[in-house]
């Protein structure tokens, strides 16, 4: 299995980016998807949630500004990023608690994070 994020870049405050997450491998099932941030100096902080079950989620500092998809049949996540703000700056990274056709049981998956800057 493998997660990759793309679609970070530089961006104005008050501007858009839109993140893509390709997920690929045997995925037999997906329990959740989700795009997590680490700003320079900070921990890793979950930003938005997607689940099969109870929908999505995102935290209090992205509310109402981001928003995450999937497209199930070409495998993408996406996260919308939208009224940018200099705090948005960090690495995004694209997470999810998948079962492969192979194992059938579930795992937590990490791709590799792609940049997003934002300048006032």
């Known amino acids: 299995v493998q997660l990759q994020a793309s679609g970070g870049g530089s961006a104005r405050a008050g501007g858009s980016l839109r993140l893509s997450c390709a997920v690929s491998?045997?995925?037999?099932?997906?329990?959740?998807m989700a795009w997590y941030r680490q700003a320079p100096g900070k921990e890793r902080e979950l930003v938005a949630k997607?689940?099969?079950?109870?929908?999505?989620s995102y935290s209090d500092s992205v509310t109402g500004r981001f928003q995450i998809s999937k497209d199930i049949t070409k495998k993408m996540v996406y996260l919308q990023m939208d009224s940018l703000k200099p705090e948005d700056t960090g690495v995004y990274y694209c997470n999810g608690k998948l079962m492969t056709d192979s194992t059938r049981t579930w795992s937590i998956h990490w791709g590799r994070g792609t940049l997003v800057t934002v300048s006032s």
């Open positions: 491998g045997d995925i037999f099932a997906t329990n959740y």
């Open positions: 997607l689940t099969s079950q109870t929908g999505t």
